[in-house]
């Protein structure tokens, strides 16, 4: 796979600070959460390098990011070199001035909230007390100044059961075209908070038909690149391969669930340049010391994490007789790096055999 | 506007890229779209700096090319800059 001359996008963690703490957050605890915020100027210079170097897009997390009280000149800045954007919110500090304000810029792509349920009940459990109520107002703001709103929900064990009135309120109610969903995950404080937040494989599979009757209710409007509806796509797919005596499908067989690397690059609240937020131990270089260009085309570590669609299930002790040796990805490098520690392996939540082998069900 | 005689500038929002493969794009940032460029255009649209009219662009392209540009140049220029003028790429200063 060819690399463009520079990433088309960075993520930056803008911030490491937040004024929730929602107990499956994947950044506190994790080594993004360094404590350390760059100033207003040290991202304005960056902005510039990513100006010259043909970047396109900037999607600013954290933490959260409207919590910097220069959130706005952070903006002015990203508009000024001629990138667009994308924030992820948790959306309860998003009042009508600073909506006003994303959207009259012109070069917003996305304003993610997270919504984690249709009410405090299922949304508060882990995101805390009254932050539902502000969420869902932050969203209501965004939508009424015209921002391209989206939603993401967190699947969890105290909202599995709410994802049908989620849904409805979504869809329905608020008038949102589309949302997405993930899954609670093994990173950050979930690690900690593991047995209180992430799914069992029994609720792993309920979720699957839940969410796949409700694709069948709203069609095209319910997305998601992990987490059960993620999985049930992909699963199905290996599923119909053998079924149609299939002994491969496209791209698969190799580690190559990850195409982040060829277009994508990430930087911390610290301003240390990595190869994605969610691998944020390897550390690449600083921003305004080492060049970004020769970040991204030189890396060592680039290169190895480029080169890991190249490694074949097979070379895996794990995988070595698997019926879906040559239909399956091996999963996120993120995920295989926070439950084995090593991301050049396949990941054991997208692991479709072990998931049968612990009683785990597609839908019928 | 006089695509003839005018100095065509880029516009600022405009980000000129190479994507995998050295294929090249101009991106609208105030609009978030792309418009591929063919293997020719790029060496235009460097020249876009409101400093040059048609007529100095094909001269610096001769001398780039050591005098041997193809006949169809000039006819592909003015297609080219109308083409971004129409598409909101560039404006004509002069
Ligand atoms: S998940 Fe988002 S909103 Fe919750 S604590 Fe982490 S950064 Fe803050
Ligand atoms: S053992 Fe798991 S990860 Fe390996 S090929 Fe089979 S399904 Fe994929």
């Keep these: ?364 | 506007m006089n695509l003839q005689s005018g100095c065509p500038t880029a516009n600022p929002p405009v980000v000129f890229r190479r994507e995998n493969g050295g294929r090249t794009v101009l991106f609208n940032s105030d609009i978030g779209k792309s418009h591929g460029l063919d293997p020719v255009s790029p060496f235009f649209w460097k020249m876009l700096d409101g400093r040059y009219d048609a007529a100095s662009i094909l001269g610096a392209m001769r001398e780039e090319c050591e005098g041997c540009i193809p006949d169809t140049a000039p006819e592909h220029l003015r297609h080219f800059l109308a083409d971004l003028e129409k598409r909101g790429l560039i404006a004509v200063e002069c």
């Excluded at chain 1, 987490?227 to 491969?248: N, V």
């Excluded at chain 1, 002790?317 to 295989?336: E, I, S, V």
């Excluded at chain 1, 991301?343 to 479709?352: F, L």
């Design chain 1, 1 to 364: 796979m060819r690399v463009p001359f520079s990433p088309r996008k960075i993520d930056i963690d803008i911030t490491s600070r937040c004024n929730l703490r929602c107990s499956y957050c994947y950044f506190f605890s994790s080594d993004g959460d360094t404590g350390v915020d760059l100033p207003l100027e040290s991202w304005l210079q960056f902005f510039e390098e990513c100006t010259r170097a043909a970047v396109l897009e900037v999607c600013l997390a954290g933490g959260e990011p409207l919590i910097r009280r220069d959130f706005r000149q952070v903006i002015e800045g990203v508009v000024r070199n001629r990138m667009r954007f994308s924030v992820l919110s948790n959306g309860t500090l998003l009042d009508n001035e600073t909506a006003a304000f994303l959207k009259s810029t012109r070069r917003c792509n996305s304003f993610q909230v997270s919504i984690d349920g249709p009410g405090p009940e299922s949304h508060d459990r882990c995101r805390g007390d009254g932050s539902f109520e502000k969420a869902l107002r932050g969203l209501q703001a965004a939508l009424r100044h015209g921002l391209p709103a989206t939603v993401r929900l967190t699947i969890h064990r105290h909202n599995l059961d709410a994802l049908d009135e989620a849904a409805r309120l979504l869809l329905e109610e608020v008038g949102l075209h589309s949302f997405s969903t993930n899954v609670a995950s093994y990173s950050g404080l979930c690690r900690q908070n593991s047995s209180e937040v992430e799914l069992s494989v029994e609720e792993y599979s309920r979720a699957m038909v839940r969410l796949e009757a409700l694709e069948r209710k709203y069609p095209g409007r319910i997305s998601a690149q992990a987490g059960p509806q993620a999985s049930l796509r992909m699963w199905r797919k290996m599923e119909k391969a053998l079924a149609d005596g299939r002994e491969s499908l496209p791209d698969c067989g190799f580690l190559r669930s990850c195409g982040g690397v060829f277009a994508t690059m990430a930087v911390r609240s610290d301003g240390t340049m990595v190869p994605c937020t969610q691998l944020n131990h390897i550390a690449l270089g600083e921003i305004n010391r080492d060049p970004l260009m020769e970040i991204w085309q030189n890396h060592p570590e680039l290169q190895r994490l480029r080169e890991r669609r190249d490694m074949p299930l097979e070379r895996f002790d794990h995988c070595r007789g698997c019926r879906y040796l040559r239909t399956c990805r091996g999963g996120c490098p993120a995920m295989a790096y926070n439950v084995i520690g090593d991301e050049n392996r396949p990941s054991p939540d997208a692991c479709y055999r072990d998931f049968l082998a612990a009683g785990g069900r597609l839908p019928a």
